[in-house]
């Protein structure tokens, strides 16, 4: 029997004694079945990737495999030490510096805390931070921090380590060195459970991969196709389910890309650069008046910004079976670091109500650099003078 | 399989847990936890030291005019009251911090516990730790004070670990249940609040057991620190005029109701922390 994990979820939430003594009716729970029966095997020395859209199990199953959550049934079994880490610079202590910092996480991650003193070193070397050994980690910048995190989590010695996402972050040559390392991994001894959205860095660096979906293993084996199935599950979403009950969906998407300034397709966009959007479309049924939708939706799940657009140039307002569609085009970047989603859907007679088309999540993309407050970054011209200068 | 490198054997993951991990990274990252919370309030600010010093010793000040001024204790009919009075509340203000400071830690510390294999349990007692460490400085000024007003040095004072550990115990365990039950029910935290400041009053803290009425007394021993707080008196203080615990209990079934209640909230923190350890971080 594979893990499982389900959490009850109460329709109202009792969480004071006070409720909970002058409350008589019995509690309500919705189930959800985060993880079913799931069942897999990563051998030594593996990069094993895990895919799967939001919701899926994915973050569930790496806190299983972290022993933050306990499963429900099944067991997890495992050989050799493992960074209980999924997230970076958790247990990253504001108030402290560095050093001190270097040596809370290591004896977090299990090393003793005379062995967690000796890599100090090294983590910050590879990190670029030994001028900044002694600055409390407040006064770091988001970038710093990240690299802080990410050394530790490198020079720590488990020989597993769960990675939940990290590859976007820092600038590009930060980035490069990051894989660099995970190149390294990948031929060594170590493991990585790595879990991501970026299918390009599942076919890069996994040696297999499997995918998730509402819970359930939908495949497992070689990268480059659980990657493809992965795409697959994201395009093949109509409304109401209709390609699920095997029907032929109005209108499929087939493609969906994010491209840089120079028109290079790319996974992850830096902040402030130029961003091109391109999508494919193919038409099953005759549509009237079509109208193409995309919009972004953070991590918050708000809706940052998002258009709608018809057929352009001199054609007739229809779409023919058979036809095919290429949406691209130049969009202002102004999106703050983060991860987004693009929801994408298609409808008839320029009418909201007909949709013939609608996915929730078509790609996942981060973008990043240093932070800013709020959800979108302005392009400003503000300057503060002292008065009477 | 003979020349290759030594391979770890598989081992079944049990999942989190109040100890998780092992006992020597628990005691290290217990040590490390409370020592950095410790140097936070002490090297944080110039003046540290000095200020964790000054609450107690303003509420000494406040205290010692009220109850030498207006309630008129005298030093005859209680020797030494304003050194007792020091003592007491630096001894209680360690019950105070480790408890208070433990019920909210767990879910302070919520992103160490959504995000890591952390020992649960490391939480609440190195809040426990760093009010000791607090208290051990405290406990300088307390001696200093003690020999200024000519108590002692006595061979009693060397009986004061027999003091200490029953408390600390005590503490610990409240810590669990406390720092436990208040990720589940959230008003636990203020609940405290009354319940410490009632056995702040229920506990001989700023009066002495001895001019309490009978009937009163043989109640108020039924409150585990009572009796702990009473023998303190004795071996710190000195034993004149001070009645033993178990003539303040006149007879045993108060002392005995202490050491139930003693023993229970012990069992219960120990058992409720284990139950809720696996679970506290999708309580969160």
Known sequence: MGVEKTFRIPTHRVDSLKERLTTFSQQDFRELHALRDVSFEVRRGEFFGIVGRNGSGKSTLLKILASIYAADAGRVRMAGRLAPFIELGVGFNNELTARENVELNGVMMGLSRRDARSRLGAVLEFAELEEFVDLKLKNYSSGMLVRLAFSVMIQSDAEILLIDEVLAVGDASFQQKCADVFYEIRDSDRTVVFVTHDMSAVEQYCHRAMLLHDGEVKSIGDSGEVARSYLRLNFEQAPGGEADMGGIADVTLDDVWLEDGEGKRIVNVERDTELRFGAGFEAHRAIEGPSFGFSFVNADGVEVAGFGIGLSGDVPDRLEPGQRVRLGGRIENRLAPGRYVVKCWVHRDHNYANLVLHSPQVLDFVVYGDATAGVVSLDHEVKARVEGS | ?284
């Not at chain 2, 208070?100 to 349990?121: H, M």
């Open chain 2, 1 to 284: 399989m003979s020349a290759g490198p030594v391979v770890a054997e598989l081992r079944e993951v049990k999942g989190p847990s109040a100890v998780g991990g092992g006992w020597s990274r628990f005691f290290e990252l217990l040590w490390l936890m409370s020592v950095t919370e410790f140097k936070k309030t002490f090297f944080g600010t110039v003046l540290g030291y000095v200020w964790s010093l000054v609450r107690p010793l303003m509420l000494f000040v406040v205290l010692l005019l009220v109850f030498t001024q207006v309630f008129k204790i005298s030093s005859d009919e209680v020797p030494h009251y304003p050194v007792l009075l020091l003592f007491n509340i630096v001894l209680f203000g360690f019950f105070q911090e480790g408890t208070g400071g433990a019920v909210t830690s767990v879910l302070l510390q919520e992103g160490i516990v959504r995000k890591t294999q952390f020992p649960r349990l490391v939480i609440p007692l190195a809040v426990v730790l760093t009010a000791l460490f607090t208290f051990g400085l405290n406990m300088i000024v307390v001696f200093a004070f003690l020999l200024g007003f000519g108590v002692g040095p006595m061979w009693t004072w060397l009986l004061f670990p027999l003091i200490l550990l029953p408390l600390l115990v005590f503490t610990c365990a409240l810590a669990m249940l406390l720092s436990a039950l208040n990720v589940r029910f959230r008003d636990v935290a203020i609940i405290w609040v009354v319940i410490a400041t009632a056995l702040n009053y229920g506990t001989p803290v700023i009066y002495p057991l001895k001019i309490v009425p009978e009937t009163l007394k043989h109640l108020l021993v039924i409150n585990p620190l009572t009796p702990i707080f009473q023998q303190a008196h004795i071996w710190m203080i000195g034993p004149e005029k001070t009645e033993s615990v178990y003539a303040a209990a006149g007879g045993p079934l108060p002392l005995i109701a202490a050491a139930a209640i003693y023993v229970g909230v012990c069992v219960a923190g120990v058992w409720v922390f284990n139950r809720e350890a696996p679970r506290i971080a999708e309580q969160l």
